[in-house]
């Protein structure tokens, strides 16, 4: 990525919310052996996620397929940014395989995205999703897919598969969609998300704070995701990955963070993770179930 900001900037000192707390329980123990006996790759792992060693103790991960180069160069984002290779048709398999070794009760589904694939990558998606189910019966999936330029017939294959909740980040506020993230529009997203809840889907999306918008600004986008039919939101601390990234404008207190959760469920959000360190499948397993509870109060 070449250098968009001066190295010379000023880096505020991160406060003390910021430092991670570890989990390491015996379930984490067993997950991280497993994963370090059969090279499985995880973006827990390469991502540096914060929330591992709680999220591995929970039986939950998170994978990326489709590679790790991605066509688009969002300036918050430290993946690679190129020509990625063409998809490898073995991997769903070998993802549902993991998943098994690992033991999983929740799987988080994420990718680069593709805008070099004719259908971005969506037939690629959906067999990934069937080839987990096949091996992995009682395991719930989530999706964190691209936006595919909100095509019907892209996002209409990804939902067939059926996976329990999809997930599209709007990543931040419309003011600052241009400036933070490349090609994605805010817009965009929206269409997305309010295609796939129309098709029935569970939808859910995150927000990174701290790049410079307002009070005003998150309450609206948070309105403008439960018009689109978003049921699970997640809002954190956006960190800046190196120096050539968009910078921090603002470290977010904790009680700001629970402020906004409060808002978020009083506009009607099924489930709201707010908080510095949460990251797009922190407690994925619990999102899940308080969609499940909805519908089963429904019903009565």
Not at 29 to 44: G, K, M, P, S, Y
Not at 190 to 212: C, I, P, Y
Request: with cysteine; proline share 5%.
């Amino acid at each position: 990525m070449p250098k968009l900001y001066d190295n010379k900037v000023d880096v505020a000192k991160k406060p003390g919310w910021l430092k991670i707390r570890l989990h390491r329980t015996t379930q984490f123990a067993e997950v991280d052996r497993i994963v370090r006996e059969h090279a499985l790759q995880t973006i827990c792992g390469s991502g540096m996620c914060p929330n591992k060693a709680e999220c591995w103790s929970r039986r939950t991960a998170t994978f990326m397929i489709l590679g790790d180069v991605c066509t688009r160069s969002c300036r918050f984002c430290a993946t690679r940014t190129g020509r990625p290779l063409p998809p490898d048709d073995a991997e769903p398999g070998q993802l549902a395989r993991s998943v098994k070794l690992m033991g999983l009760r929740h799987v988080v589904v994420t990718s680069v995205t593709r805008d070099d694939l004719p259908d971005g990558g969506a037939r690629h998606w959906a067999a990934a999703v069937e080839a987990i189910r096949r091996e992995n019966h009682d395991a719930t999936i989530e999706l964190l897919i691209p936006d595919f330029d909100a095509r019907p017939e892209l996002l209409d294959t990804v939902a067939a598969a059926k996976p329990d909740i999809i997930g599209h980040n709007i990543e931040t506020v419309e003011r600052l969609t241009p400036q933070v993230r490349s090609r994605a529009r805010y817009a965009t997203s929206l269409r997305t998300l309010e295609l796939l809840a129309r098709r029935g889907a569970a939808t859910k999306s995150g927000l990174m704070l701290g790049l410079g918008e307002s009070d005003d600004e998150v309450l609206q986008t948070l309105r403008d995701l439960r018009r689109a039919g978003v049921r699970i939101v997640t809002l954190g601390q956006y960190l800046r990955p190196t120096l050539e990234h968009y910078p921090v404008a603002e470290y977010i207190t904790p009680e700001k963070f629970e402020a906004y959760r409060q808002q978020a469920l009083a506009m009607g959000f099924d489930y709201c993770a707010s908080a510095p360190m949460v990251r797009s499948s922190y407690r994925a397993q619990e999102a899940l179930a308080a969609i499940k509870n909805e519908k089963s109060e429904t019903r009565h």
